[in-house]
T-cell receptor
Framework: AQSVTQPDIHITVSEGASLELRCNYSYGATPYLFWYVQSPGQGLQLLLK??????LVQGIKGFEAEFKRSQSSFNLRKPSVHWSDAAEYFCAVGAVSGGYNKLIFGAGTRLAVHP | GAGVSQSPSNKVTEKGKDVELRCDPISGHTALYWYRQSLGQGLEFLIY????????KSGLPSDRFSAERTGGSVSTLTIQRTQQEDSAVYLC????????????????FGPGTRLTVL
């Protein structure tokens, strides 16, 4: 069965520090992978997605993620974190069925940023 | 343009009552999804609509849950005889819905409806 694991429930970093959020997936076929961010009281906003091609994917707000098939991972990175990045981050795999995606989400990682 | 909107933003109800949650997708989007975000289960898929096709209801947790989409636009999620375990944030998402390749579309999420069952 498809699944997504985000090992870190909560991460705290200092503003300006680098960030890496971990994501591991289990999926039988070529995965379609996503990172979403959710700010308090807001819906989910797509940061980036991977379908095929270059395994290093650039997204919005300075985020990037690298797909590593051998490790079944899709970790999210940012070289320098801003206070406004404090939010909850969700990794998801698209379980394609009938031409559309049922997103399977990880449990999320809550990011706190210290000034 | 306007994004996905959901109403109400918050709903408090008593156990056993029925509730209706509404989703207005982005104009022109033909595909619509409902997800539920709860403390115990995280984010989980509930139901999918595409145009006039039969919906994929495989994620609905029980027969107390139903959804419809009128005129290919607005969708209503109905929960009958609510239980405390139904308390969650219900999220709606829409995509343009390109035939056969919708899996590449970005799902645009609304702000959600927070349901509290007392």
């Amino acid at each position: 069965a498809q699944s997504v694991t985000q090992p870190d429930i909560h991460i705290t970093v200092s503003e300006g520090a680098s960030l890496e959020l971990r994501c591991n997936y289990s999926y039988g076929a070529t995965p379609y992978l996503f990172w979403y961010v959710q700010s308090p009281g807001q819906g989910l906003q797509l940061l980036l997605k991977y379908f095929s091609g270059d395994t290093l994917v650039q997204g919005i707000k300075g985020f990037e993620a690298e797909f590593k098939r051998s490790q079944s991972s899709f970790n999210l990175r940012k070289p320098s974190v801003h206070w406004s990045d404090a939010a909850e981050y969700f990794c998801a795999v698209g379980a394609v069925s009938g031409g559309y995606n049922k997103l399977i989400f990880g449990a999320g990682t809550r990011l706190a940023v210290h000034p | 343009g306007a994004g996905v909107s959901q109403s109400p933003s918050n709903k408090v109800t008593e156990k056993g009552k029925d509730v209706e949650l509404r989703c207005d997708p982005i104009s022109g989007h033909t595909a619509l999804y409902w997800y539920r975000q709860s403390l115990g289960q995280g984010l989980e898929f509930l139901i999918y609509f595409q145009g006039n096709s039969a919906p994929d209801k495989s994620g609905l947790p029980s027969d107390r849950f139903s959804a419809e989409r009128t005129g290919g636009s607005v969708s209503t999620l109905t929960i009958q005889r609510t239980q405390q375990e139904d308390s969650a944030v219900y999220l709606c998402a829409s995509t343009p819905g390109r035939d056969g390749r919708e899996y590449t579309d970005t799902q645009y999420f609304g702000p959600g409806t927070r349901l509290t069952v007392l």
